[in-house]
């Protein structure tokens, strides 16, 4: 695949669109066996006389003519130059332009533009995929209301569907098409300006579910969710969350919605979660169906949470855009934060901060410190579909989420309100997101907070501790850097919100909250919140912007425990290692949720290190945790969720993940037997009380009482025993619910004895369940994470199963994906794992570039790997690389970073 050369793209040469977008009409002609054929008036309104340039990719260009119908004249009014069409003269007053193209939807495996996958035509315009469906400004700055005119089989297309509000069908007859038949048409109309990257269709044969949901103004809203005619009775679920995200948005917002319908369709082939088109969401079907048969807990809390991010657009994304792509946080890192505040409201807001941590600190901090290390809004791009990261969405939530501690709840809210006022209608920047918040906290130095958008890294925090018992003062003082990246060698201190309190830490009051007295805290030790009953503070945000900052509190006559970034305030590391004494007790006393579990993660890294010294300290504070679990089942499924691989490579030197993971399963087995009397007892507790004959309900509690019960299960199987194989098993032969048959199948992988009770059961799924592509994800997936049956050869063998021969980017997903976050077999010492997926990459990128790019992650992450790992990274990087023009420039992109780190 020969592509154009690489080129760079940088903040600094940002230039408006010389010309105003007033009106975009589009004719869309699509048919069963042929190219589609697009027709477009673009309506440009009067400017300055100069160029235009549109952007165009893998188009066959039929005609260009102006409004009144003449024929542009190649070479005096155009040309073609790749893929750029530029207008050479255009009339300095309002004018029209017409094109007349043909695009192969059938023949586009990127699924981006227009493609069509298992009989349905759809779009994927995020971020430049519009111009692979006609000539346009393709950027989203240019800002345009769409008319759409569809027109397709009727009878193998009865739903089209396009942006805004349907005002139009009808059928058109008398056309001889062959085997298509008649034909239909409908037109749809979307009052709102918006950049071609919101543009979406779909045509196909669907069903739907529908429900009329009122607003908070009274008006009706016709909302319906569109699948495949198998999945029908699996939609009520994400109809239920988005009426709750609706009038969520209202009532914390003041968001109403503004369209007469809201559609949302399933998609089986979409390399991304879901897409936020204005007014038609399009989404991965594995992000949207919900049934137990088929989707673990977990996998309704995503669709949740998915189906609230992508409605949450249509104010933060939609109707106020971003003016470019480096202003891609601007709406993602924003809608993330708003995503994850309706989540916590809907479910448990402790538990899920925890899981955002988790997944922080899993995905966000490694490539924080990767060669593709980039800030919240980059600075330069060759390939923009390579900033969807995890830096963008979630840091860049954090960074909201830090500006709303900084400010007050109530602030924020103003200053959302007032950012919405402003912008509607607009395309603007991170700058004017921070300018509407500036009148609401005029205190606040927004341009020291802004250093968290333009600078990369993950800062770390060292703690020093005095205390003058004598003088009854308690002094904290905090050190702060940030290592340097290969965008910032000289980071600058950021502006940290530290949300802390001071705990008694002995006796009967062990815990218990002191009140604060400080002279150096900024706006007041009342800024926090929390009280200790005599109208004294007992909680404070400290704002750290300095390398090294004390603060000195008085009035503190016993040593305190200090309980630091309470709720994980900010996305920084503590570099300082308490001891494991302190650790154990603030696992035990600490008032706050995520630094009681935070606690026993420390532990559990020390203990992975070293079991001989600290493996007895870590049982006894998860024993001491499980004691509650009856009451606070969450509590004890936290103290079971023990540090992932990515968070013990990233806390490496030198990391050898066979070694790792190595250790990691003998401290588990070793804690599995010492506690197994207490993890018997809460999983029969669970089993035979809340979760017996229980109808299956995704409702959070329900969820993680599941949730406890399989990781007893899953530890209690490490060791291969027979009874508790035998438990497992029936889970995955009664297949309750899949969450129970995906646990049960977990915990007999762990072990030998385990897995080849498994092999015929995997062997029964596949043939039962061949019509389920979400339970056949998930069967990939087992097996590709296993440490028995995730080896290479298998590996080869599942690549020819059916279930991947056609690329799609789930399935793909599933196993690829899994097996090079499998530590045995991925990083084999011998380089063979990473060579592997190099081969495997460079086929699959002429196919789906952007897939193919994500998926390289795993092979330029290797900083914290041992230096013969890093080399065969490398090495693998380097052989892709030898495919020179052959290569996408997105893949392209991601190999030269790996290979410049």
Request: hydrophobic share 40%; charged share 25%; net charge negative.
């Amino acid at each position: 695949m020969a592509e154009a050369a690489d080129t760079t793209v940088y903040l600094k040469d940002y230039r408006p669109y010389p010309r105003t977008l007033e009106r975009t009409e589009l004719e869309i002609d699509l048919h069963l066996d042929a190219p589609a054929e697009v027709r477009t008036r673009l309506h440009f309104a009067a400017g300055e006389p100069g160029e235009l340039v549109l952007d165009g990719e893998d188009l066959d260009t039929l005609g260009l003519f102006w409004g009144d119908g003449s024929p542009l004249e190649e070479g005096a009014d155009y040309r073609i130059d790749g893929a750029r069409l530029h207008l050479l003269r255009p009339p300095a007053e309002a004018f029209t332009l017409k094109t007349h193209v043909r695009i192969d939807p059938h023949g586009n495996t990127r699924l981006e533009g227009l493609y069509r996958t298992s009989g349905l035509f759809c779009t994927q315009c995020e971020a430049e995929g519009f111009r692979r469906i006609t000539w346009y400004p393709d950027r989203p700055d240019v800002l345009s209301r769409f008319l759409v005119r569809l027109s397709a089989p009727r009878a193998e297309c009865p739903v089209l569907l396009a942006n805004g509000n349907c005002i139009e069908t009808g059928v058109e007859t008398g056309i001889e098409t062959g085997e298509e038949g008649q034909r239909h048409w409908a037109l749809w109309d979307d009052p709102f300006p918006k950049p071609s990257y919101l543009f979406a269709l779909i045509g196909g044969d669907l069903t739907w579910i529908e429900r009329i949901f009122e607003t908070c103004s009274g008006r009706p809203v016709q909302l319906r969710i569109y699948a495949a005619a198998q999945h029908l009775e699996r939609l009520d679920f994400a109809m239920d969350a988005l009426v709750r995200s609706m009038r969520w948005d209202e009532q914390n917002y003041g968001r109403e919605y503004d369209l007469d319908v809201f559609n949302v369709v399933a998609v089986d082939d979409f390399n991304m979660g879901a897409m936020e088109n204005k007014g038609l969401n399009i989404f991965n079907t594995a992000c949207l169906v919900a049934d137990a048969s088929v989707q673990t807990d977990q996998a309704f809390a995503n669709v949740e949470a998915i189906v609230a991010h992508e409605y949450f657009h249509n104010w933060s994304g939609n109707r106020v855009t971003c003016r470019d792509w480096f202003q891609l946080s601007l709406k993602e890192g924003f809608t993330v934060f708003r995503e994850n505040h309706f989540v916590a409201d809907a479910r448990d807001a402790d538990t899920e901060r925890i899981a955002v941590v988790r997944m922080l600190r899993s995905i966000q901090f490694p490539e924080d410190g990767s060669p593709t290390a980039h800030p919240v809004q980059p600075q330069s791009y060759r390939e923009i579909s390579n900033f969807y990261t995890a830096t963008v969405y979630e840091k860049g939530a954090e960074v909201v989420g830090m500006l709303r501690t900084l400010m007050g709840a109530e602030a924020f809210r103003r200053g959302c309100d007032a950012y919405f006022a402003a912008h509607d209608g607009r395309a603007v920047c991170i700058e004017d997101f921070l300018e509407a918040m500036q009148p609401f906290a005029p205190e606040l130095d927004f341009e020291h907070f802004a250093r968290w958008y333009f600078q990369s890294g993950t800062p770390q925090i060292d703690v020093e501790e005095d205390y003058d018992a004598e003088q009854g003062v308690y002094t904290l003082t905090l050190h702060q850097h940030t290592p340097p990246t290969r965008l910032q060698k000289h980071p600058e201190p950021l502006l940290i919100p530290v949300r802390m309190a001071l705990l008694d830490a002995e006796g009967d009051s062990a815990g218990a909250p002191l009140p604060l007295h400080s002279d150096d805290i900024a706006g007041g030790v009342g800024e926090g919140g929390g009280a200790d009953g005599q109208g004294g503070a007992t909680e404070t945000v400290l704002r750290f912007n300095r390398e090294r900052q004390s603060w000195r509190f008085e009035g503190v006559h016993r040593r305190p425990m200090a309980s630091l970034l309470r709720g994980f305030s900010a996305p920084v590391r503590r570099i300082d290692t308490p001891a494991p004494d302190e650790l154990q007790r603030r696992a035990q006393i600490d008032t706050d949720p995520f630094n009681r579990w935070d606690a026993l993660q420390q532990l559990g890294v020390l203990a992975i290190a070293d079991a001989d010294a600290h493996a007895d300290t870590l049982i006894e504070a998860v024993a001491s945790a499980l004691e509650c679990s009856a009451q606070e089942p969450a509590r004890g499924a936290q103290a079971l969720s023990f540090p992932d691989m990515a968070q013990l490579i990233e806390l490496s030197d030198a990391a050898e993940p066979q070694k790792i993971a190595l250790e990691r399963s003998r401290l588990l087995g070793r804690l599995a037997d010492a506690l197994r009397g207490r993890l018997t007892e809460v999983w029969e507790h669970l089993r035979g009380g809340v979760l017996k004959d229980a109808s299956y309900s995704p409702d959070w509690r329900q969820a993680t009482a599941r949730l406890l019960s399989n990781r007893c299960l899953e530890l209690l199987c490490l060791d291969g025993n027979a009874d508790w194989c035998e438990l497992a098993e029936r889970q995955v032969i009664e297949g309750a619910n899949m969450t129970d048959l995906s646990a049960g199948m977990t915990a007999l992988l762990l072990s030998r004895a385990g897995t080849e009770r498994a092999r015929s059961h995997l062997e029964e799924l596949r043939r039962s369940r061949a019509d389920e592509p979400l339970v056949l994800d998930a069967w990939l997936r087992w097996q590709a994470a296993s440490e028995h049956l995730g080896d290479l050869d298998n590996i080869r063998r599942l690549q020819g199963d059916e279930r991947l021969a056609g690329g799609n980017p789930n399935a793909v997903r599933a196993l690829i994906g899994s097996f090079a976050q499998n530590p045995h077999h991925f990083h084999r010492s011998d380089g063979a794992g990473y060579i592997f997926l190099a081969d495997f990459l460079g086929e699959l990128d002429r196919a789906n570039p952007q897939l193919a790019a994500r998926l390289a992650q795993p092979l330029v992450r290797y900083r914290r790997l041992a230096p013969a790992l890093q080399q065969g990274c490398r090495r693998a990087l380097q052989n892709l690389k030898t495919r020179g023009d052959d290569l996408s420039a997105d893949l392209s992109e991601v190999i030269d970073l790996g290979l410049e780190g």
